[in-house]
């Protein structure tokens, strides 16, 4: 197959030379307001206290938000979170093409992290079933956390889980089960379980984990947002917040200082129309020598449209010794200088702040320096006002500059903030990913989407496997094409004096079809222009998902998802550099899909017409030392019907829980009755 790695700079040298300087769209001028942080709390990776799930259950409900009164699983309500205005695609440009690479040399080992089963029967079983993952990695002293919706587990280098074996414990539907010893949010966090299947009490909903490691400090840092709801209904309360855990050694499975803020009204009121309260959405973290920086998109609750992403800019010193007494607030509303439907201004979106590799990256100039990045084809840009139809194409790209942040360590912080936009190649928000038959019937190997359409086989609830799933026939369903994602920037990195970061674009590569790619940009942030950007795609294939991760020395891995006509969704990486760019890819060894994404988004009988089919939102990266490791979301396990139906058909054999494809009742499942999506974590030495 033929891939393409469009690199720009020193070979396209007439596109590089439009990348000039731009004006500043602001000085560096005061910023934020300070605020009281709470004081704080304590959490550790260990499961809390739940009574064990099975025949017994009050409530059967699979989707947060869904009520025991359904007839079947209700529609599922992801759109709450992690939202996105930008539902079509946008132009796609014409790449050349190179060959896909022959081998993976800096590959050194990988292994398959958390997945679907693990997330759903965690605190026996008192989980609901989500998607998409939305990866979390950090890594340091010799310890790999990863976290998703909603669930965690802390391994060695080789792969083993470290946290306390609680499978013995870990009931459901009267039988142990191996979940690794994973350990839910709700627990880390110390609140009640997501659900309470014996009475059907609910816990707050917690989303978006990511984290960093601080190799200054030597800390873990551990952010998710949390959605208050009413313990009896379930009912979202809008109330919301970021919750910031901070380890108390360089051990991660120790104990964790707990810090949270109330994001519920946090947003720019546009005339009324975009009225909060407000949901604090997509939050991630980055650092310099001095601060911790938190961001979000805001969303009003209960109105169309976007109030602007908000920055969040707290002392790692007080973090640390447990004594910090206030954080910083920045509304980014009307700070990028690019014309919107609101006038001649944007609102910052998704700005993701960065992370660098070693303390002896960071930016030390004007008072110590902290860097973020952001895109502006999305129509949370473009239309932030009625959350309408923008072009979805841009230029463009902000680069966001904090200085004095040495000043957070003082009583009163005085930090400046400044905005550029730099101009770069297009991008545009893509399509939706291919996988092998998508848009056609299922067959037996895609086993809950054959189901649902499934009207003859004899199952313990009557004829017609869709009785075990719904409460009612007669749906058309076919392979699903999973999200592309829209146009918001992906992690950021700081590393030898540039910013590294990409995002997902529509690509045309070899002048073909339309697909789904990525566009990165290494920028060098003090001169507001571009060092290097280009294009990686590849005719007949969608890479989505992009997370770059670069070394003191300046190279680096970007990892992705990768799927195609007739490439199951897979863990995709390509070497990246300040010299050559993005070259040649590949699958991860070990990473290779083995079957199509089956999970209950794709699907109009659970989350009605038409389905969003929810993938990503994000994977990441992260470097220590001289090593890179790098976590994507993929399909690990192939399951057959007759494994996933097992007893539940008659004359089958398995487990007594449906879907696992477990083999006997209480084995280790590969997956459950709704979702089969899992994550891969890998290292490399670039």
């Not at 502006?376 to 463009?396: C, F, L, Y």
């Not at 790209?397 to 905005?419: D, H, K, M």
């Amino acid at each position: 197959m033929r891939a393409l790695a469009h690199s720009l700079g020193a070979v396209c040298a007439a596109l590089c030379a439009a990348a000039l300087l731009l004006p500043l769209n602001s000085p560096a001028a005061p910023a934020g307001t300070t605020i009281q942080l709470p004081r704080p709390g304590s959490g550790t990776p260990q499961t809390g206290a739940y009574s064990p799930s099975g025949e017994g259950d009050v409530t059967r409900v699979e989707f947060d938000g869904q009520s025991d009164d359904d007839g079947g699983p209700g529609a599922y309500q992801g759109s709450i979170v992690n939202r996105s205005y930008s539902h079509g695609s946008g132009h796609g440009v014409s790449v050349q093409s190179v060959r896909k690479a022959k081998s993976n040399p800096a590959f050194v080992t990988g292994f398959e992290g958390v997945n679907h089963y693990q997330q759903r029967y965690a605190r026996g079983g008192n989980q609901f079933s989500l998607e998409p993952p939305d990866q979390a990695l950090c890594v340091g002293n010799g310890y790999v956390v990863e976290a998703t919706n909603d669930v965690m587990n802390v391994f060695n280098t080789s792969g083993q889980s470290v946290l306390p074996d609680n499978t013995a414990t870990n009931i459901v539907s009267r039988l142990p089960r191996n979940v690794n010893h994973a350990v839910d949010l709700n627990s880390f966090y110390g609140y009640p379980a997501a659900v309470n299947r014996a009475t059907g009490a609910r816990g707050p909903s917690i989303t978006d984990p990511s984290c960093i490691y601080d190799a200054q400090t030597k800390r873990f840092f551990f952010l998710v947002l949390t959605l208050d709801v009413n313990p009896v209904t379930g009912a979202r309360t809008l109330r919301n917040h970021l919750d910031l855990a901070v380890s108390a050694t360089s051990d991660p499975t120790g104990s964790w200082t707990i810090y949270s803020i109330d994001v519920t009204n946090d947003g720019t009121n546009a005339g009324g129309v975009n009225a909060g309260p407000y949901l604090g959405d997509y939050p991630h973290i980055g650092a310099d020598a001095n601060g911790i920086y938190l961001t979000t998109n805001s969303y009003p609750w209960l109105y169309n449209g976007f109030a602007g992403a908000q920055i969040y800019a707290m002392s790692k010193a007080k973090l640390v010794a447990g004594t910090a007494a206030t954080y910083v607030h920045i509304d980014t509303s009307g700070l990028v200088n690019a014309p919107s439907e609101s006038g001649s201004t944007q609102p910052g979106f998704t700005v993701w702040p960065a992370t660098s590799p070693d303390p002896s990256q960071f930016d030390a100039s004007n008072g110590g320096t902290a860097y973020f990045m952001s895109s502006n084809a999305a129509d949370e840009a473009q239309m932030p006002v009625t959350g309408g139809a923008g072009t979805r194409m841009s230029q463009q790209v902000v680069v966001w500059t904090l200085s004095n942040t040495s000043s957070l360590n003082s009583a009163t912080p005085a930090l400046n903030l400044s905005t550029r936009l730099v101009a770069v190649t297009q991008y545009a928000v893509p399509p939706k990913q291919t996988q092998p038959g998508s848009g056609s019937a299922p067959g037996t190997d895609v086993p809950q989407g054959y189901c649902l359409n499934d009207q003859t086989t004899v199952t313990i609830a009557g004829a017609g496997c869709w009785n075990l799933l719904v409460g009612a026939s007669g749906f058309d369903e076919v392979v699903s094409q999973p999200d592309g994602n829209d146009t918001r920037m992906q992690q950021v990195t700081y590393a030898n004096g540039k910013l590294w970061g990409a995002l997902d674009t529509a690509l045309n590569p070899d002048g073909g079809a339309q697909r789904a790619g990525i566009a990165w940009f290494i920028l060098n942030p003090s001169a507001g222009k571009v060092a290097l950007q280009g294009y990686l795609g590849a005719a007949g294939y969608d890479f989505t998902y992009p997370a770059i991760g670069v070394t003191s020395s300046g190279r680096g891995v970007m990892a992705f998802t990768l799927s195609g006509d007739a490439t199951n969704p897979s863990a995709g990486y390509a070497a990246i550099d300040a010299i050559a760019g993005a070259s040649s890819w590949n699958v991860i060894p070990g990473g290779d899909g083995l079957a199509v994404d089956d999970g209950f988004t794709s699907y109009k009988a659970l989350v009605g017409s038409p389905p969003r089919t929810r993938w990503g939102d994000y994977g990441y990266t992260a470097v220590d030392g001289n090593s890179i490791w790098v976590a994507s979301e993929f399909i690990a396990h192939a399951c057959s019907y007759n494994d996933w139906g097992g007893p539940f058909f008659a004359g089958g054999h398995g487990d007594n829980l449906l879907g696992t494809c477990a083999g006997t009742p209480g084995g280790v499942g590969v997956r459950t009755a709704l979702a089969n999506w899992s994550t891969h974590i890998s290292k490399f030495i670039p």
